[in-house]
């Protein structure tokens, strides 16, 4: 993947024009045929992780404006820079549950999706071996084809002890290496800015999406979908600069995320009435537990999964919950004898998507409407805090129960996929239903929010729309 010069990128008809280098656009492109002559065009700039660990990483974060009538603060993450939020996340990387994709077959909840689990297997296995994930022991309830490319980091002492009294209790997958490809995770829980560049990011991973036909520009924020005689000719752009210009392409894909994906759908007069529409991510709580067992000492920053409110769980009414069980940052008791004696445990539940959760456009930008987390979500967690004594082996002294948290920095909806354009703005290979070479990728598409985090899925549902062409 290089850089190329604006007057040739202009000036080239490519065989797909793509907006961002985000995990979704990378991915999308490596799944494309051989040969394929791509251009990808980043609003922000490229940087290196020495320059982003002296600027703490703050490089390209956006600021969305919002309207909320919700009683929880809520924040949105994103960065605009090379590589996209694969330079902030945590690279916690479980894949979704097979009831994920088939919430109203399964529970009378939400909508199904227009894949299955089955249908995305392959994927998953190929974008883990891409980020070289470490994991293991999960496969009784979300079935493999192939081993994790590499073994799960140690478990902390809570997570040993755990582990051995339930099997819904395992190693969380995860793209912070444990040796084999990048530096081993140093477990200092400061994963947004990895200091050793242990997690994989797009910039350090390059070598993954190597192809001699892949270019990039940066600088160039996509604004609108250029379109004749019923199909997408390329995309319209602005640089930093304020200068503007058209790049051509036989096919386009949008991969800047949730909000900017539908704000360039409508500037491009897109009209389906999900656009823009179901807005969501999941809602969580930290919970520390303090109980006589002793905790930490794991080899990475999130150690273990509980899946005991989300395997098998009742989703008809309230939200499944997946439980993380943290090793660092640590929260230590204030107790002589007892001062690991505390498990950090965070619940994340799947929220409802609504249809007035949306963005707008005002002046050409997008603006939030937040009307907050539906109490699906919230009841499940409840229900989850109300059950922790049926999850943990020994008796729980004293639970201490953290705000609801402002933010996933999951960007979900806007653009969700669907059978017909009755149902979604997209198709299963995340085709848009109005213009048969316009792609919009990434989490937008999800109709209904797993508890699991979003990354490996959008992932692999990128990889697999790539082949499909």
Same mark, same amino acid.
């Given at each position: 993947?290089?850089?190329?010069?604006?007057?040739?990128?202009?000036?080239?008809?490519?065989?797909?024009?793509?907006?961002?280098?985000?995990?979704?656009?990378?991915?999308?492109?490596?799944?494309?045929?051989?040969?394929?002559?791509?251009?990808?065009?980043?609003?922000?700039?490229?940087?290196?992780?020495?320059?982003?660990?002296?600027?703490?990483?703050?490089?390209?974060?956006?600021?969305?404006?919002?309207?909320?009538?919700?009683?929880?603060?809520?924040?949105?993450?994103?960065?605009?820079?090379?590589?996209?939020?694969?330079?902030?996340?945590?690279?916690?990387?479980?894949?979704?549950?097979?009831?994920?994709?088939?919430?109203?077959?399964?529970?009378?909840?939400?909508?199904?999706?227009?894949?299955?689990?089955?249908?995305?297997?392959?994927?998953?296995?190929?974008?883990?071996?891409?980020?070289?994930?470490?994991?293991?022991?999960?496969?009784?309830?979300?079935?493999?084809?192939?081993?994790?490319?590499?073994?799960?980091?140690?478990?902390?002492?809570?997570?040993?002890?755990?582990?051995?009294?339930?099997?819904?209790?395992?190693?969380?997958?995860?793209?912070?290496?444990?040796?084999?490809?990048?530096?081993?995770?140093?477990?200092?829980?400061?994963?947004?800015?990895?200091?050793?560049?242990?997690?994989?990011?797009?910039?350090?991973?390059?070598?993954?999406?190597?192809?001699?036909?892949?270019?990039?520009?940066?600088?160039?924020?996509?604004?609108?979908?250029?379109?004749?005689?019923?199909?997408?000719?390329?995309?319209?752009?602005?640089?930093?600069? *304020?200068?503007?210009? $058209?790049?051509? &392409?036989?096919?386009?894909?949008? %991969? =800047?995320?949730?909000?900017?994906? /539908? !704000?360039? #759908?409508?500037?491009?007069?897109?009209?389906?009435?999900?656009?823009?529409?179901?807005?969501?991510?999941?809602?969580?709580?930290?919970?520390?537990?303090?109980?006589?067992?002793?905790?930490?000492?794991? *080899?990475?920053?999130? $150690?273990?999964? &509980?899946?005991?409110?989300?395997? %098998? =769980?009742?989703?008809?009414?309230? /939200? !499944?919950? #997946?439980?993380?069980?943290?090793?660092?940052?640590?929260?230590?008791?204030?107790?002589?004898?007892?001062?690991?004696?505390?498990?950090?445990?965070?619940?994340?539940?799947?929220?409802?998507?609504?249809?007035?959760?949306?963005?707008?456009?005002?002046?050409?930008?997008?603006?939030?409407?937040?009307?907050?987390?539906?109490?699906?979500?919230?009841?499940?967690?409840?229900?989850?805090?109300?059950?922790?004594?049926?999850?943990?082996?020994?008796?729980?002294?004293?639970?201490?129960?953290?705000?609801?948290?402002?933010?996933?920095?999951?960007?979900?909806?806007?653009?969700?996929?669907?059978?017909?354009?009755?149902?979604?703005?997209?198709?299963?290979?995340?085709?848009?239903?109005?213009?048969?070479?316009?792609?919009?990728?990434?989490?937008?598409?999800?109709?209904?929010?797993?508890?699991?985090?979003?990354?490996?899925?959008?992932?692999?549902?990128?990889?697999?729309?790539?082949?499909?062409?």
């Amino acid at each position: 993947m290089r850089p190329v010069e604006f007057d040739i990128a202009a000036n080239e008809r490519w065989d797909a024009v793509i907006a961002g280098t985000s995990f979704a656009s990378l991915f999308f492109a490596l799944g494309l045929p051989q040969g394929s002559r791509v251009l990808f065009l980043e609003k922000g700039e490229r940087y290196s992780h020495p320059e982003r660990l002296k600027q703490r990483g703050q490089y390209g974060a956006e600021t969305f404006a919002q309207h909320s009538t919700a009683s929880i603060d809520k924040v949105w993450v994103a960065h605009s820079t090379f590589g996209g939020n694969s330079n902030c996340w945590w690279g916690c990387t479980p894949r979704f549950h097979p009831e994920d994709f088939q919430l109203r077959t399964r529970h009378g909840a939400g909508m199904d999706w227009p894949v299955s689990y089955n249908d995305l297997e392959e994927f998953y296995c190929d974008a883990e071996a891409v980020m070289d994930i470490a994991g293991g022991g999960s496969d009784a309830a979300l079935p493999r084809s192939r081993p994790f490319t590499s073994p799960p980091h140690r478990p902390s002492l809570s997570d040993q002890k755990l582990r051995e009294t339930s099997p819904l209790w395992w190693a969380q997958p995860t793209a912070r290496s444990n040796g084999t490809r990048r530096s081993r995770c140093c477990g200092n829980g400061v994963c947004n800015l990895c200091p050793i560049d242990a997690k994989f990011t797009i910039l350090n991973s390059l070598d993954q999406f190597d192809r001699p036909n892949f270019h990039y520009l940066t600088g160039w924020e996509v604004r609108s979908v250029a379109r004749s005689a019923g199909l997408a000719t390329g995309l319209e752009a602005r640089h930093s600069s *304020g200068r503007e210009a $058209t790049f051509r &392409g036989d096919m386009v894909a949008l %991969g =800047a995320n949730a909000i900017f994906n /539908a !704000a360039i #759908l409508l500037r491009s007069g897109f009209t389906n009435p999900h656009l823009g529409r179901n807005l969501h991510e999941q809602t969580s709580r930290v919970v520390w537990v303090d109980a006589p067992m002793q905790n930490f000492h794991g *080899g990475t920053s999130i $150690t273990g999964h &509980g899946y005991h409110f989300y395997h %098998g =769980a009742d989703r008809s009414k309230h /939200a !499944a919950v #997946l439980v993380e069980n943290w090793n660092s940052p640590a929260s230590i008791r204030m107790e002589p004898s007892k001062w690991t004696q505390r498990l950090v445990l965070k619940l994340l539940a799947e929220d409802m998507p609504q249809a007035d959760n949306r963005i707008e456009l005002k002046n050409g930008d997008p603006v939030i409407h937040w009307r907050g987390h539906h109490e699906y979500g919230l009841e499940g967690l409840d229900r989850a805090v109300s059950h922790l004594q049926d999850i943990i082996p020994v008796p729980i002294e004293r639970i201490h129960l953290q705000p609801h948290t402002i933010t996933e920095a999951h960007i979900q909806g806007t653009h969700r996929m669907a059978s017909t354009a009755a149902d979604g703005v997209i198709d299963k290979n995340l085709r848009t239903f109005e213009c048969a070479n316009v792609y919009a990728l990434g989490a937008g598409a999800f109709p209904t929010c797993s508890p699991a985090n979003p990354t490996l899925t959008l992932s692999a549902l990128s990889l697999r729309a790539g082949r499909q062409i």
